[in-house]
């Protein structure tokens, strides 16, 4: 019964990958059409996400303490905290270097945790999880590309997250149908 209300409640939030796919698949492209102006603008927009991240996380800490998993969403909000704050104190020409490094872990990182998403749902989609999994190993890919040679990447670093992006997008867009489709 709990697998079904979970399921049920998870089919409802259908509309959340939607708009993160749609967030995702935007930036990816005007990364590609305007590089010079979305990376400091990408950069300092990242760092307020963290720092609001790491805001909310601390105060579900707070909340939710003696509920299981209140510590990882302490350490996880000071983290962010830090690294949002820190962001914020770079230069300009700094916070782009480091924002690029940031983006491209966190999309590798994103990109391994939505593999296992796609597993779950393998049950329930079939054949199209297949594609969604292809989609997220060629994000993997050219983010190795990109994070494994930085000084030979840096003259394209746009065209990496762009379409590191875009795939990433593409996959969040093509999940959230697969929710909206689940009969819970």
Do not use: H, Q
């Not at 990242?46 to 969403?73: D, E």
């Not at 020409?93 to 945790?113: D, H, K, Q, R, S």
């Not at 030979?152 to 590191?164: D, F, N, T, Y």
Request: with cysteine; hydrophobic share 60%; charged share 5%.
């Amino acid at each position: 019964m709990s697998a079904k209300f979970s399921d049920y409640r998870i089919s409802r939030l259908w509309w959340v990958p939607l708009i993160t796919g749609i967030i995702s698949l935007g930036l990816g492209i005007w990364t590609m059409l305007c590089p010079a102006e979305s990376l400091p603008i990408l950069a300092y927009t990242f760092a307020a996400c963290l720092t609001a991240a790491g805001v909310l996380n601390v105060g579900y800490a707070f909340v939710g303490a003696g509920l299981p998993n209140w510590g990882w969403s302490l350490v996880l909000g000071i983290l962010e905290l830090i690294a949002g704050i820190w962001l914020f104190t770079l230069p300009t020409i700094e916070v782009t270097g480091a924002f690029i490094f940031i983006m491209g872990i966190w999309l590798l990182v994103a990109a391994i945790n939505s593999i296992g998403e796609a597993s779950m749902l393998s049950v329930v989609s079939g054949w199209g999880m297949v594609w969604m999994i292809l989609l997220l190993i060629c994000t993997i890919a050219l983010v190795i590309i990109f994070l494994s040679s930085p000084i030979e990447g840096g003259i394209v670093v746009w065209l990496w997250l762009g379409i590191s992006l875009i795939t990433f997008g593409i996959f969040r867009i093509s999940l959230s149908f697969s929710l909206r489709k689940l009969p819970f």
